[in-house]
């Protein structure tokens, strides 16, 4: 059974630092890695679809890797702002046609 | 596109009522997944559809729910008799299709609170 594990579960940067977000999973056979966003209150977003072929996606300041051997992911935020306060959530599809397994998903806080 | 909508945004019941919650997913989808999330659990699949047709409904908790999805713009979740250990924000999602894995896009969830 796929297991999706973030850490840390809360991470406090001061504005203007990078932030960097991990995502390990027991099963190296995947089929793609999404990374979501949620704000409090509301639905996830997702921010980025890594398919299992690829090594990494990039979006604006977003930037996520993948290393399927190891069962990792990060996501990286280039420069932070307040606005990127919210939790980031992982979650792995086990194959094509598969349901999505989450991770308990990281709340970032960015302090003016 | 308005993008998932679900509705109610709140439910407020009390133990043994029935509960209905509905969604409308994005037009063109032809997957569409429900979701529920709790602070002890995180977020779990309850079922999901893929044109219309049940595919996995393993994650429903029991037989007190179920679901359906009866053309491709509205699918039900419903609770029948709620219990206070439902309490949780449900969550309809959807994505182009679900053979190639395509992103996917939630609503913005109901709260549901059962006394």
């Known amino acids: 059974k796929q297991e999706v594990t973030q850490i840390p579960a809360a991470l406090s940067v001061p504005e203007g630092e990078n932030l960097v977000l991990n995502c390990s999973f027991t099963?190296?056979?995947?089929?793609?890695l999404q990374w979501f966003r949620q704000d409090p209150g509301k639905g996830l977003t997702s921010l980025l679809l890594?398919?299992?072929?690829?090594r990494e996606q990039t979006s604006g300041r977003l930037n996520a890797s993948l290393d399927k051997s190891s069962g990792r992911s990060t996501l990286y935020i280039a420069a932070s702002q307040p606005g990127d306060s919210a939790t980031y959530l992982c979650?792995?599809?086990?194959?094509?046609?598969?349901?999505?397994?989450f991770g308990g998903g990281t709340r970032v806080l960015v302090k003016p | 596109d308005a993008g998932v909508i679900q509705s109610p945004r709140h439910e407020v019941t009390e133990m043994g009522q029935e509960v209905t919650l509905r969604c409308k997913p994005i037009s063109g989808h032809n997957s569409l997944f429900w979701y529920r999330q709790t602070m002890m659990r995180g977020l779990e699949l309850l079922i999901y559809?893929?044109?219309?047709?049940?595919?996995?409904d393993s994650g429903m908790p029991e037989d007190r729910f179920s679901a359906k999805m009866p053309n491709a713009s509205f699918s039900t979740l419903k609770i029948q008799p709620s219990e206070p250990r439902d309490s949780a924000v449900y969550f309809c999602?959807?994505?182009?299709?679900?053979?190639?894995?395509?992103?996917?896009?939630f609503g913005s969830g109901t709260q549901l609170s059962v006394l």
């Open positions: 890594i398919q299992s072929s690829q």
């Open positions: 559809f893929n044109n219309n047709v049940p595919i996995d």
């Open positions: 999602a959807s994505s182009l299709d679900i053979a190639t894995n395509e992103k996917l896009f």
């Open positions: 979650a792995v599809s086990g194959a094509a046609g598969n349901k999505l397994t």
């Open positions: 099963d190296s056979a995947i089929y793609n």
